[in-house]
Protein backbone atom coordinates (compact mmCIF):
# COMPACT_ATOMS: atom_id res chain seq x y z
CA UNK A 1 0.00 0.00 0.00
CA UNK A 2 1.74 3.39 -1.56
CA UNK A 3 0.47 6.59 0.17
CA UNK A 4 0.46 9.39 -1.82
CA UNK A 5 -0.08 13.08 -0.21
CA UNK A 6 -0.76 15.74 -2.75
CA UNK A 7 -2.72 19.15 -2.27
CA UNK A 8 0.68 21.36 -1.81
CA UNK A 9 1.78 24.22 -3.74
CA UNK A 10 2.13 28.55 -3.47
CA UNK A 11 0.08 30.37 -1.25
CA UNK A 12 0.17 33.48 0.11
CA UNK A 13 0.83 34.39 3.68
CA UNK A 14 -3.16 33.95 5.36
CA UNK A 15 -4.15 31.87 2.73
CA UNK A 16 -5.47 28.11 2.49
CA UNK A 17 -4.71 24.62 1.09
CA UNK A 18 -6.28 21.39 1.45
CA UNK A 19 -3.70 18.05 1.61
CA UNK A 20 -4.70 14.70 0.62
CA UNK A 21 -3.25 11.30 1.61
CA UNK A 22 -4.56 8.93 -0.27
CA UNK A 23 -4.05 4.94 -0.55
CA UNK A 24 -5.50 2.24 -2.71
CA UNK A 25 -5.91 0.20 0.75
CA UNK A 26 -8.54 1.08 3.42
CA UNK A 27 -6.11 1.09 6.02
CA UNK A 28 -7.02 4.86 7.22
CA UNK A 29 -10.28 2.84 8.81
CA UNK A 30 -8.55 0.80 11.40
CA UNK A 31 -4.92 2.75 11.34
CA UNK A 32 -3.77 6.25 13.37
CA UNK A 33 -2.23 8.73 10.71
CA UNK A 34 -0.10 11.20 10.71
CA UNK A 35 1.07 14.33 9.07
CA UNK A 36 4.61 15.22 9.27
CA UNK A 37 6.46 18.58 8.13
CA UNK A 38 10.00 19.18 7.27
CA UNK A 39 11.31 22.71 6.53
CA UNK A 40 14.72 23.01 4.20
CA UNK A 41 17.52 21.93 7.16
CA UNK A 42 14.92 20.87 9.91
CA UNK A 43 13.67 17.35 10.85
CA UNK A 44 10.78 15.94 10.24
CA UNK A 45 8.14 17.47 12.88
CA UNK A 46 4.80 16.21 13.92
CA UNK A 47 1.48 18.53 12.36
CA UNK A 48 -1.41 16.37 13.60
CA UNK A 49 -3.09 12.67 13.96
CA UNK A 50 -6.06 10.99 13.72
CA UNK A 51 -6.64 7.81 15.41
CA UNK A 52 -9.10 5.14 13.79
CA UNK A 53 -12.11 6.59 16.37
CA UNK A 54 -11.56 9.93 15.00
CA UNK A 55 -9.38 10.99 17.95
CA UNK A 56 -7.57 14.31 16.66
CA UNK A 57 -4.13 15.91 18.07
CA UNK A 58 -1.79 18.76 17.00
CA UNK A 59 1.19 20.38 17.17
CA UNK A 60 1.03 23.54 19.27
CA UNK A 61 2.10 25.67 16.32
CA UNK A 62 -0.68 24.48 14.14
CA UNK A 63 -3.24 24.35 16.53
CA UNK A 64 -6.96 26.66 15.72
CA UNK A 65 -5.33 27.06 11.78
CA UNK A 66 -5.22 23.41 10.77
CA UNK A 67 -7.68 20.41 10.67
CA UNK A 68 -6.87 16.93 10.10
CA UNK A 69 -10.29 14.82 8.82
CA UNK A 70 -10.39 11.50 7.24
CA UNK A 71 -13.46 10.36 4.60
CA UNK A 72 -13.40 6.14 4.68
CA UNK A 73 -15.29 6.02 1.54
CA UNK A 74 -12.41 7.70 -0.53
CA UNK A 75 -9.34 6.21 1.65
CA UNK A 76 -8.21 9.65 1.86
CA UNK A 77 -7.46 11.45 5.03
CA UNK A 78 -7.00 15.27 4.84
CA UNK A 79 -5.39 18.46 6.12
CA UNK A 80 -6.93 21.44 6.09
CA UNK A 81 -4.73 24.57 6.44
CA UNK A 82 -5.71 28.01 6.95
CA UNK A 83 -4.28 31.41 8.17
CA UNK A 84 -0.80 29.70 6.70
CA UNK A 85 2.43 31.58 7.63
CA UNK A 86 5.93 31.41 6.13
CA UNK A 87 7.18 29.34 8.63
CA UNK A 88 4.74 26.83 7.44
CA UNK A 89 6.74 25.91 4.57
CA UNK A 90 7.69 22.64 4.07
CA UNK A 91 7.26 19.12 2.84
CA UNK A 92 4.23 17.79 3.88
CA UNK A 93 4.43 13.88 4.80
CA UNK A 94 1.22 11.54 5.08
CA UNK A 95 2.50 8.38 7.86
CA UNK A 96 0.92 5.56 8.90
CA UNK A 97 3.18 3.51 11.19
CA UNK A 98 1.33 0.35 11.33
CA UNK A 99 2.03 0.05 7.57
CA UNK A 100 4.22 -2.01 5.58
CA UNK A 101 5.55 1.44 4.01
CA UNK A 102 4.93 3.61 6.49
CA UNK A 103 5.88 6.99 4.67
CA UNK A 104 4.27 8.36 1.58
CA UNK A 105 5.82 10.40 -1.22
CA UNK A 106 5.50 14.31 0.38
CA UNK A 107 4.16 17.61 -1.13
CA UNK A 108 5.43 20.64 -1.41
CA UNK A 109 3.61 23.78 0.70
CA UNK A 110 5.31 27.11 0.31
CA UNK A 111 3.89 29.97 2.20
CA UNK A 112 5.33 33.21 0.17
CA UNK A 113 3.97 36.89 -0.88
Known amino acids: VQLQASGGGLVQPGGSLRLSCATSGSIFTFALTNWYRQAPGNGREFVAR???????NYADSVKGRFTISRDNAKNTVYLQMNSLKPEDTAVYYC????????WGLGTQVTVSS
Open 50 to 56: ITPGGTT
Open 95 to 102: NVPSAINP
